[in-house]
């Protein structure tokens, strides 16, 4: 059974820093593009920043451009998030999904919240 | 970048009743359209991909269609556990994902 774990998610202040984390599990990570999406409270669905399998591509919303870095480790079976420079508007749950396309598998998501 | 626009944001329905819900998109986008279901304090679950292809494990009630710009989500019969939030996607300009707002589905 595929499972995604997302951990890390806190309190914040702005202008801080958080790193999310993703336990994979249930199938071949290494094989798999990766997806971090984000839903504020009592909004829609963002995605936020993709990831190829082996990590040579990866793309960011420009919400979050020059601030949020994504990278993986597949020894690890791990996806992760670096956000810098957080903001109010970055409180939200996080989910990491896959595969890259079409999102069938995602986490139970990690609440992010930037407040002072 | 690709907008996706759902109509109508909010839904009233009964048990049995047919609902379909519209998502249109501000270009064409092929068939690269998914759906999905949300309830409160869960993740997304997908319904429908590639415009019409009904995911494995989910009813046959629902049904997707449309290609191009406009695009249905139908529920054929509502049932008590349908009641949620239901997003399209589109991955026409993969890998930047984009959603639409939202449709929520509310019991009458």
């Known amino acids: 059974e595929v499972q995604l774990v997302e951990s890390g998610g806190g309190l914040v202040q702005p202008g801080g820093s958080l790193r999310l984390s993703c336990a994979a599990s249930?199938?071949?990570?290494?094989?798999?593009?990766m997806n971090w999406v984000r839903q504020a409270p009592g909004k829609g669905l963002e995605w936020v920043s993709y990831?190829?399998?082996?990590?040579?591509?990866?793309y960011y919303a420009d919400s979050v451009k020059g601030r949020f870095t994504i990278s993986r480790d597949n020894a690890k079976n791990s996806l992760y998030l670096q956000m810098n420079s957080l903001r109010a508007e970055d409180t939200a749950v996080y989910y990491c999904a896959s595969p890259g396309v079409v999102l069938r598998y995602w986490g139970q998501g990690t609440l992010v919240t930037v407040s002072s | 970048a690709i907008q996706l626009t759902q109509s109508p944001s909010s839904l009233s329905a009964s048990v049995g009743d047919r609902v379909t819900i519209t998502c249109r998109a501000s270009q064409g986008i092929s068939s690269a359209l998914a759906w999905y279901q949300q309830k409160p304090g869960k993740a997304p679950k997908l319904l429908i991909y590639?415009?019409?292809s009904l995911e494995s494990g989910v009813p046959s009630r629902f049904s997707g269609s449309g290609s191009g710009t406009d695009f249905t989500l139908t529920i054929s019969s509502l049932q008590p556990e349908d009641f949620a939030t239901y997003y399209c996607q589109q991955f026409n300009s993969y890998p930047h994902h984009t959603f639409g707002q939202g449709t929520k589905l509310e019991i009458k």
């Open positions: 990831i190829s399998s082996s990590g040579s591509t990866i």
């Open positions: 590639d415009a019409s």
């Open positions: 249930g199938f071949t990570f290494s094989s798999y593009e």
